[in-house]
């Protein structure tokens, strides 16, 4: 019996070792929602908002790492409210802008991986290129431009995550910390520069 125990053991070890280093390469699709926040500051009170992704993911994997390129679309979903100096010095808070911007996200994502038989789990990191589609922002006509959060255009963000496979299925968690200051107003009305940070939740499915 121990003999028995003995082989099935070192064939699960040789296994293991030999899907790891072995050259591969999967390809999928996933979906996911996400929960987005700005950085705090003095000058603007903040509220998470929920948004979405869909898209796109490979996986090239060998000596037991692995490189994730993924696309998908992402709306990103924040509430900001200023606050407004009143006339006895003190403050309180303006008309709220509510923020949602579409964006096309690159994740270029750096990890390992450890299991076998189908299932295992992953960590990674890596940079996020992300594309501005789309900004739609609705805000009071009085307010201006000091709620208007200046969007860029291109950001970049870094993502941290671990995921579970569990043979074609896959979940990931991940926090995305953005890296490039996006500004409230500009001139007299610039109020400051916040980041957007988020946490996504997402499922993939792997097609080959």
Do not use: H
Request: proline content about 2%; overall charge positive; charged content about 15%.
């Amino acid at each position: 019996m121990k003999k028995i125990i003995l082989t099935l053991i070192c064939f699960a070890t040789i296994y293991t070792a030999s899907a790891q280093l072995l050259p591969s390469f999967q390809f999928g699709l996933k979906g996911g929602v996400n929960m987005s926040s700005l950085s705090s500051s003095g000058n603007y009170s903040t509220s998470s908002g929920a948004g979405y992704l869909g898209g796109i993911w490979m996986r090239f994997g060998a000596l037991g790492f692995n490189f994730q390129p993924e696309a998908y679309i992402t709306q990103k979903d924040v509430n900001v409210t200023p606050y407004v100096v009143t006339g006895s010095g003190g403050s309180n808070l303006g008309t709220e802008n509510r923020a949602k911007f579409t964006s096309i996200d690159v994740p270029l994502l750096f990890g390992g991986k450890i299991g076998a038989f189908g299932i295992g789990a992953r960590f990674y990191t890596g940079p996020v290129v992300s594309y501005a589609i789309n900004k739609d922002q609705n805000f009071g006509t009085a307010a201006g431009n000091i709620v208007k959060l200046d969007y860029k255009d291109q950001n970049y963000a870094w993502q941290v995550g671990a995921g579970l496979d569990i043979r074609k299925i896959s979940f990931d968690l991940r926090y995305e910390a953005g890296l490039s200051n996006q500004s409230y107003g500009s001139g007299s009305n610039s109020i400051g520069s916040t980041k957007v940070n988020l946490f996504n939740l997402s499922l993939a499915y792997k097609l080959f």
